[in-house]
């Protein structure tokens, strides 16, 4: 059973950095796709990055492209996203998600409904 846990979240000023870290273990397939979400008060959950498991692709939201960086460290059981030149808008509560099927897709998925198995979330606060 796959199980993902994250750490990281926090608040910083605008114009900061933060690093979000998912743990992740229990995967039965040889393939899948991992990747952060965020939901804000009031909004739908949306994606912000993903990658395989083969560290092969990866997918940006457009609103965090060239400010956030999806990757896993060298043994491939820690997903982190790097958080550079945060914005307000970025207050959210951040989820780690997994997919669990072994499918693959065209194009990395940022949609929720790709995902299976979740985090419990983590705080994420920008102040200006």
């Known amino acids: 059973q796959v199980q993902l846990v994250e750490s990281g979240g926090g608040s910083v000023q605008a114009g900061g950095s933060l690093r979000l870290s998912c743990t992740a273990s229990?995967?039965?397939?040889?393939?899948?796709?991992i990747g952060w979400f965020r939901q804000a008060p009031g909004k739908e959950r949306e994606g912000v990055a993903a990658?395989?498991?083969?560290?092969?692709?990866?997918n940006y939201a457009d609103s965090v492209k060239g400010r956030f960086t999806i990757f896993k460290d060298n043994y491939g059981n820690v997903l982190h996203l790097q958080m550079n030149s945060l914005k307000v808008e970025d207050t959210a509560m951040y989820y780690c998600?997994?997919?669990?099927?072994?499918?693959?897709?065209?194009?990395?998925?940022?949609?929720?409904?790709?995902?299976?198995?979740w985090g419990q979330g983590t705080q994420v606060t920008v102040s200006s």
């Open positions: 998600a997994a997919t669990t099927s072994g499918r693959r897709f065209w194009n990395t998925p940022l949609t929720k409904y790709a995902y299976s198995v």
């Open positions: 229990g995967f039965t397939t040889s393939y899948y796709y």
């Open positions: 990658i395989d498991s083969d560290d092969r692709h990866t």
